[in-house]
């Protein structure tokens, strides 16, 4: 079956760097592409970056550009989120999801999703 | 502050109907760009309900219904149950911010 399984729950101290990965299965990594959001506690999801895994090509939130990096290893159907210079606003379970598109709509959603993984910036 | 607007809370009991309303702009829901629907349990991640405004992925009860107009959406849950009781949040694609755009979320209440 599809999964996306992300990495461990990470403390931080503010200014430092986190990166959290997105090791897919069950589906070719390449003909989909995947988003990273993220959701500070009580909150709705916020969208960060897109990544297309074929390209390598991503779109970022105008909001974190500069200070957010996604990349993506083919060999391992893995994504990586990249954030710098944290701060304690940056403290969020942070999630990748599948991008699936719909033909009869001609629209996408986001169908699976990762477990999340808690980043908690505190000094 | 999100970008689509959600009421923080809805309640009904057992068997009820509740609606849950999304409301856009013409950059986004009026661009018109889809209208997609997530569950949140607690402490998981969200699921997909309902994409492309009305439609819903296999496995999702027939309870669960979307529609949209003009620049707001809703999510209207019938026969309320005692599992329904999660966060709601609407999702579209926003033109002037390019990227994607979520509401606040929506808390379902079953009395």
């Known amino acids: 079956q599809v999964q996306l399984v992300q990495s461990g729950a990470e403390v931080k101290k503010p200014g430092a760097s986190v990166r959290v990965s997105c090791k897919t299965s069950?589906?070719?990594?390449?003909?989909?592409?995947l988003l990273w959001v993220r959701q500070a506690p009580g909150q709705g999801p916020e969208w960060m970056a897109s990544?297309?895994?074929?390209?390598?090509?991503?779109n970022y939130a105008q909001k974190f550009q500069g200070r957010v990096t996604v990349t993506r290893d083919t060999s391992i159907s893995t994504s990586y989120l990249e954030l710098s210079s944290l701060r304690s606003g940056d403290t969020a379970v942070y999630y990748c999801?599948?991008?699936?598109?719909?033909?009869?709509?001609?629209?996408?959603?986001?169908?699976?999703w990762g477990q999340g993984t808690m980043v908690t910036v505190s000094s | 502050q999100a970008v689509l607007t959600q009421p923080p809370s809805v309640s009904g009991a057992p068997g009820q109907t509740v609606t849950l309303s999304c409301t856009g702009n013409?950059?986004?829901?009026?661009?018109?760009?889809?209208v997609n629907w997530y569950q949140q349990l607690p402490g998981t991640a969200p699921k997909l309900l309902i994409y492309?405004?009305?439609n819903r992925p296999s496995g999702v009860p027939d309870r669960m219904s979307g529609s949209k107009s003009d620049t707001s959406a809703s999510l209207a849950i019938t026969g309320l149950q005692a599992e329904d009781e999660a966060d709601y949040y609407c999702?579209?694609?926003?033109?002037?911010?390019?990227?994607?755009?979520f509401g606040g979320g929506t808390k379902v209440f079953v009395l």
């Open positions: 999801a599948r991008i699936l598109f719909y033909f009869e709509t001609g629209g996408d959603a986001f169908d699976v």
């Open positions: 069950g589906y070719s990594f390449s003909d989909y592409s």
């Open positions: 990544i297309n895994p074929n390209t390598g090509g991503v």
């Open positions: 013409r950059s986004n829901i009026g661009a018109p760009y889809d």
């Open positions: 492309g405004n009305t």
């Open positions: 999702q579209s694609y926003d033109s002037s911010l390019s990227g994607y755009v």
